[in-house]
């Protein structure tokens, strides 16, 4: 892993290798977070996401086209069904 968060020289999107650093990217306010990293899938399956969080957030996995979001005001979320291959995805 680089200290730099970038991944190994043998990483591939959604390929098999070592973890890498998830760093924060600048937010545009002093409110707002925002992160960027990968999830790592084990095996292949159907796995279920959802968020909860005290305000509002949100989670994208463009290589499968998912996108979640969540407000504050919301008291129950449906969980989204997703079929991910082993691998490593962006978020």
Request: negative net charge; hydrophobic residues 40%; aromatic residues 12%.
């Amino acid at each position: 892993m680089f200290a730099n968060g970038l991944p190994q020289a043998d990483f591939y999107v959604n390929g098999i290798t070592a973890p890498v650093l998830i760093s924060p990217r600048s937010a545009s306010d002093d409110t707002r977070h925002e992160w960027t990293g990968y999830l790592k899938i084990m095996k292949r399956g159907t796995y279920f996401l959802s968020l909860d969080a005290d305000s509002s957030i949100s989670l994208a996995i463009p290589f499968r086209n998912v996108e979640l979001t969540s407000e504050a005001k919301d008291l129950s979320v449906k969980p989204e069904s997703v079929v991910l291959e082993q691998g490593y995805y962006w978020c």
